[in-house]
């Protein structure tokens, strides 16, 4: 937050006056520990909630209109109906949950929002995904909707795909909804199914690098990827009718030969593949307590994100590598990719020598400087007051 004192109440009523009581909303980023690029394709993903944040102050008023302000951005905008996008984009992600609701016959009136947050910005965190379920949950507040946790990730996954327009799956908006402190949820992302996890590595710990190489999900290719991994699922499908999504694919036997798929499609299901096997083999670790295998398998996920699913970038292959060669445990770009974070699994205690190595090496090569920051596993999106921000 960059006003760590703001007194929501306040802030609003020096932008709109007084009014109907203030809702404060504290909306979680989030991190998947692996089963990346599979969320859309019917896979199992091991995503946590941390403290990082999307903060909102909500009320009702009497105008009929939607009235928004960003605090990051300063800026504000008032509207009668939400049906089109504006040109803010921070916006957009706001008025297509407001959609979304009237779509599904909720009754939305008119209401007063203002959102800040410490979420870095294009670091593959979700900051998107955080303000969309944040929202869904102030506007469940003020209205009495009496919206599920469920209900909310999968009203915020509609807003990005319809009305946004990037073709997201319910991952991000998920875990948003249902995290729990110090605990990760394995998410069949096909049944909507998951149970809670908590992880036991007693000699290791996670933390995140910063590329702080910003990626916009809109713009880059990650609707190509889906494309792609849905092409040859069908191509499957036709020799396998009896198969639910690429994800269920069986990877026992399974030759890539026989379905003539273009060379990228063919990379694509490999790493989805790949994916799958990893997951089993990182609860496995978390199980018995195994930091090594779980390492291991952090850095095949990325290579595999890198080289198959072709999401990657100079700058995060750079900073995998050089994080390498300095002994930690096992590494990987999180999020859609094209730039971003890094999640790193290390050894205790190795922290602040790899933070200035890794950090100096990134600097001369790229002239960009990383950010290493640990996090906290959290809760997910809930209502505090104003001592709490």
Not at 160 to 169: A, I, K, L, S, Y
Not at 232 to 261: C, R
Not at 374 to 389: A, H, K, L, M, T
Request: glycine share 8%; hydrophobic share 35%; with cysteine.
């Amino acid at each position: 937050m960059k006003e760590k004192s703001l007194d929501w109440t306040q802030k609003m009523e020096s932008i709109w006056g007084k009014g109907n009581p203030i809702h404060i909303i504290e909306s979680p980023a989030r991190i998947n520990i692996i089963g990346e690029h599979v969320d859309y394709l019917g896979g199992l993903v091991l995503p946590a909630a941390i403290h990082f944040s999307t903060f909102l102050a909500i009320r009702a008023n009497s105008e009929g209109k939607i009235r928004l302000h960003s605090i990051h951005f300063n800026e504000s905008l008032e509207l009668s109906s939400p049906e089109v996008q504006t040109e803010k984009k921070w916006a957009n992600y706001i008025l297509g949950v407001v959609e979304e609701l009237k779509k599904s016959g909720q009754k939305i009136d008119g209401f007063d929002l203002i959102v800040d947050g410490n979420i870095p910005q294009g670091a593959g965190l979700s900051s998107s995904a955080s303000l969309e379920v944040g929202v869904g949950y102030g506007l469940s507040r003020i209205f009495n909707l009496s919206l599920s946790r469920p209900e909310l990730a999968i009203l915020g996954q509609k807003a990005e795909n319809n009305f946004v327009g990037t073709q997201c799956g319910i991952m991000d908006q998920f875990i948003i909804a249902v995290g729990q402190k110090d605990k990760a949820i394995l998410l069949n992302t096909e049944t909507l199914e998951f149970n809670y996890h908590s992880i036991h590595l007693e000699n290791a710990e996670f933390y995140l690098i910063n590329s702080h190489v910003k990626h916009s999900l809109e713009t880059s290719s990650y609707n190509d990827r889906r494309k792609e991994a849905e092409s040859a699922f069908q191509k499957i499908l036709k020799l396998q009718p009896g198969i639910k999504n690429l994800y269920s694919t069986p990877e026992d036997g399974f030759d890539p030969d026989l379905y003539s798929f273009t060379e990228n499609e063919k990379k694509r299901v490999m790493h989805v593949l790949g994916e799958k096997e990893r997951t089993q083999k990182i609860l496995k670790a978390f199980r018995e307590g195994d930091e090594i295998a779980a390492g291991k398998a952090l850095g095949e996920s990325h290579v595999s994100l890198s080289e198959l699913y072709e999401v990657s970038c100079p700058e995060t292959d750079f900073l995998v590598k050089e994080l390498s060669s300095e002994g930690v445990l096992g590494a990987r770009m999180i999020g859609g990719g094209f730039g971003g974070c890094i999640l790193v699994l290390d050894k205790i205690g190795n922290y602040e020598k790899v933070k200035s190595n890794v950090l100096e090496k990134y600097f001369q090569k790229f002239s960009i400087r990383a950010e290493f920051f640990p996090f906290q596993i959290s809760d997910g999106v809930r209502e505090i007051v104003n001592s709490e921000v």
